[in-house]
């Protein structure tokens, strides 16, 4: 393939190219850190509306970064109306509000597991503001990921811990809107030890197949054992219909929420290339696209920009693959040719294709260049001082 | 916990002890071995009459290996009732029948998965000859293992492939007699590289479940991911009620097939902690305890008596954990107690408790030591020679 | 092997046996947490001195525990000499210190491998400080775990960190006094995610062999790929001679420090099998055993009592294998027999022994009962009030 | 970086390129498998003559493959002079000889550490066999892989082992001529299931620091744990001098064998990184690059030739990397930029730069089609039928 132009692309997959919208989570643009030390960095916001307009600033350079993740209550502010406001003004969205029932001492042994009753109950009382700040944002997700687990053998059991947590699901479930829905992501393991309590996406099906229609599975593309084929489960959920969104970024070994394509940018490309194969670019699809990262060590808007281009590169040479050469040689089992279709889109430089396209929607063709000479870094450096820098950890 | 003895254990716990039957693999008494090389060993079967013969050896001395699995071609016979007459003769039933549709050369591409419809429907159809064989020997599981999945990249369509699946079980499915069931096992990794066809406990789930009532999940100990919490699967699929059957084995990295309870026998006895718990030891519960190993360097006839008293001390320590006082140290979150209880139970030595089992069934205190007394080895090296020696390979 | 009394050891083992001596972190009765959360515990030390106390209580009825690891800054006093004393008071001693270069906000990008000179030779002294605390508390074991990596590929050059490790690490050596060591410790991943500076015995080792006899590895027993075989690094380190010591935990997953012998009991057992075969517990051997774990959820003191009792079990069983036996038995390539032989010493129940032991050193038979019935957790709870909790985060 | 062409490399890059030189392994000529099955294909060479032939298309066609590495016993001919002549006129030479001890019964359980003498003699007499092999087809690698090891805890002594390896390698070196090398491969697991005498870089190297300065570390890219980052090893082995080969594949989770590059394009490129960045890319370096692959399904002569332009990809990407603004990058420790750098050169197309390169060179620009259109493989299909198809396995 020679280096590919817009006018490559089918209409359909053009179209699919320049509509897609990759949400930002709000916490990427505060500290955050190993259990070691979080280390801080000049100009990182102080509240959720810095947040919001630091995220603005990669989607003013990408136009492909509308809509932002909230974290309750890193994010809380005492007005959520006014805060959706905000983003509009941004040029942005709210997207899905997580919900954090780790950070408070009452949820030392767990939040929706957790053998106290009152203590569940605090834990789905969480969940039920969560949809309210939902309801005056615009979100649609309610998006849950629970550090419940235990660190030794015999602390709980497990099989209780099941039952306590489909009850508790239930509960919130009920409470969602006729619009809103709830996405439940699973962990292979950490923070607990021992075992965690949604830690595979069988389990995390398995509830939301429970509770209904309204309830999907989130795939966080560093929550899996090694050796995993996370592009099988993708194909999977989708074949179920039950893929609610994904939480991008990237791993070497432990869940390192580095910046997505970054450690196995092939893996990136296989993934996408199911969501094209099964039809879930489409915005349509209901399935949400969504950075889930810490910027431990690089800076954090750019670190964003990154990611977005990432992902908008991995697309790209999905939409490129031959699908009916592709399918005509996995029909007759010719191993070589079949494989070498993949990775000659995989193996294409679609940087220019890229390019043409920003410019194509008036946006400068390298959003890193155009970014970094914008000003913004320094004068959020030179604004920003004093008070207290957001950070992830508690 | 001082040294307990039978009395140690409750009315109900000591029954389940006594009527606990763990069926044996007719492949563990003949050769097997890893790809570069398959050693063979003298007095090793030449045939199905002679593995069911040494499994009745494991049976007279344990008198907890009561049924054995066949593997179909590798046990091919004339007249299957012939041989179910020869089991009964030897004091033993047939068990599971497994099906063989990997060592074809039309299986290259898969079975039940493969692209070529024609393929498909020579698999299923081996799987009906498997369902006649049940009848014909009184076996009521057929257990399907698949080595169906893609060494590269783009090599065939995970989710057709998936979809191919689920027509082809749906076949075997409808085959089945009343009193019949189909029991589907899930492997991480192996002999396909990049993607297998029934990865995990979720797919086969799903496949189970789509299927009907008749179809339940295999649980091999050794197909999973590094890390992965294994009693944490058996609760679920116990509290799904899906949970058909074991293969009990052990791995230290790849499936090694080893014997049960000699990587980690701490990981065997939560296991059956959670079996215990879940009231899955019962022999009404559904569950199968089948082993399914390969004797690669060890003597097999020994490697089976080893293991099934492997799997006997594990069960006799989860049968002596204090649950009561479990379940009030887990409610009360006090970790150290609860794990310390569970502890107690493994660190205490049960073979006294279970030689005094033995002994009150007439059987010998030491099942190892009474069949190398017994001369059956010497009496097969002296009169299986010359046949070819039975093998796991093709 | 009925259960086994003091008098089943020979003269040497029971030599051994009473007198192990296992080193306790400070850090282990502070508080401690993951990237998420650190949870406060009542009671809780407020500094050195106070950590010293607990620590005293463990030895005093374990009798196992004499010695105690600093870390500094998180142990930082005016008067080293006065807590040297405080120390000795208490019956116990001052054993490794252990350098921090990862909590400043210099060590951002690496300590003794950072590209900028000036943080390395701040690196440095601070190592030169740590030797200064090792003359003022009799300390004679300096060591060093560095959270140097990088997180992402093209950070930094692997090679040229290298060479300035080496570079800094001579320094090191060099100040090092007459009768002090520095052991080297090594780490598969985190808090680097994409590289690690001293990620195995292999890197640790070449450094200790280039620094000359003073350097020895440190082998944490939670640092290892998972399927690593750390047995065979403990037979090897042991071959050349340069096992400085044990940081003993335990792990399902990632570098949980979990009470040592909790996640693999076996695995425990089989590591002290090769220190009793290399003549390493005896403790001229130069081979220091330390614990280094964190308590996030269990209590501190009888988290490390647990740990003292389980390496005394797991010391125990290894010294009551028949080597005789089991030599004869690989001799002759028995497999089953050899395995075996090894499996009966770990499945006795050797805690009648091991309170035997205990009460003919005065000791309780239980350690942990008789620590939780001397009030001294409500003493410190009563005691501790104000200030602030010690913690292993920064 | 637009798409770059020959003229975009320095003068010495182009060089490098243009006399890269991998070895292919004979073995991937003949038929290979799984323990479950070996597949067969038509056309498949019966001797190390045919293999040759196969071995010389794929350096015909990318002028990058002229060298062969023979394994004994599986390559044996009456006489290797004559195969050496018969490679020569093929065009290509022969390359390092692997030896095998590790099908022959009597090394069931080991043998360089086989506990009986009488064996390990055998086996050190087999090594000296291929050193006579070594002299007569004109090779100077003796390259030593070992099944070595044991499947259950105290199968034997780890340490003894470890003795006799270091004997026996000693009396193999010992037989070296003046021009010829020792190289050593490690591996993780395989087939050995518990441990495995030569499990990792370290213990490889000891021995080699050991035995002399013909003696270095054979990394294989497929041997390592979950998670190891490799190009670190490769960045430490080549800083001591001890890199002496690489046998290149990929894997998913085990021992795979794939084509290289298939699993992990990007890992490939960061190990050819460490490789140009070291200096080791110049053929006279001493690393020798060989492939060792099995293709088991795909057909083998393409499967070769795909291997050796992934390689070519690679080193080209690596070559084409900014090194003096990478340094800038990482000594003011920017990570996104000096990451940037890196990914700039990873995600260009290399693939015209290489046609332009084949083209100068006087060979077709894509060696693949070249090949497929030759009718080779339609040849050898008619003309190789009868004999025994050469195989992989035993």
Redesign the interface.
Known sequence: M??PTLSSLTHEARRLLEHQNIELPSWAFGN??????V??TPGTPRNAYEKLEDAAQVHKFTGAAGKVSLHIPWDEVEDYSDLRRHAENLGIEIGAINSNV??D?DY??GSLCN??PKIRTKAVDTHKRCIDVMSATGSTDLKIWL?DGT?????????ER??RLAESLRRIYDALGPDQRLILEYK????A????DV?????S??HCLDLGEKASVVLDTGH??????I??IV??L???GRLGAFDFNS????D?D??VG?????QLF?IMN?IV??GALDPESGVAFVLDQCH????KI??EI?SITNVQ?ATAKALLIDRLA??E???S?D??S??????DA????V??LLAELRESKGLAADP?AAFLASGHLEQIVAERVGGQQAS???
Chains 1, 2, 3, 4 share one sequence.
């Open positions: 020679s280096t955050s850190g190993t259990r070691f030390k280390f801080t780790f950070q001492d030392k042994f053998p106290d550090a660190n030794y053998p015999g602390q709980d059991s497990i099989r099941q039952d292979f393991f950490e923070p030890t021992y075992h965690t830690p595979d996406w069988g389990t099906l398995l899996h054992a090694p050796g995993t084929n592009e099988f194909a999977q989708l074949r179920v791993r070497f070994y432990a390192d580095l910046i970054a450690a196995d940018p092939f296989r199911e194969a099964g431990n060590l690089e800076a750019p670190g990154r590169e592709l399918a040689a996995q029909r089992c191993v070589l079949a494989n070498a279709i993949l990775m995989y193996n294409t430089d940087r220019p890193m992830w950890a508690a």
